[in-house]
């Protein structure tokens, strides 16, 4: 037990160090670099195997990156270039869309922003 500076106890627990998952981090090959346009396979390699470690394999959002060959539909550009990203509901819940993998789509918070964006033009 410890006192914070207003005199109120708190219980403290240490950390398990163990049960931390090692994650290897592979170095960059020389002096390869994101904008050089002869490496563009080893940069869509690198993320597509940081990718997956994203995702559970098997999970419902690795299947649909995968059935998206890892790609964001909007910019064409690879889902995890350093982007936030978000899934999207093709058809809204509200709509009577539904979770399945059929009606989801990954998309880079930028696209996911311009296709809500769409949708209020057209209304």
Not at 40 to 54: C, I, P, V
Not at 103 to 108: A, D, S, T, V
Request: charged residues 25%; proline residues 3%; contains cysteine.
């Amino acid at each position: 037990m410890t006192e914070d500076h207003r005199g109120t106890k708190k219980l403290l627990s240490l950390y398990n160090v163990a049960s931390t998952p090692i994650i290897r981090h592979t170095k960059v090959k020389g002096d390869a670099s994101p904008f050089d346009a002869k490496l563009k396979d080893y940069w869509s390699n690198r993320q597509t195997k940081q990718g997956k470690l994203r995702w559970a394999k098997g999970s419902k959002y690795h299947t649909l990156a995968t059935q998206q060959n890892w790609k964001c539909p909007v910019c064409g550009g690879h889902l995890l270039n350093g982007e936030d990203t978000e899934t999207h509901h093709i058809t809204p819940v509200k709509y009577g869309g539904s979770d399945d993998t059929d009606n989801l789509i990954h998309l880079h918070s930028a696209c996911h922003k311009q296709e809500h964006s769409k949708t209020k033009l057209k209304a």
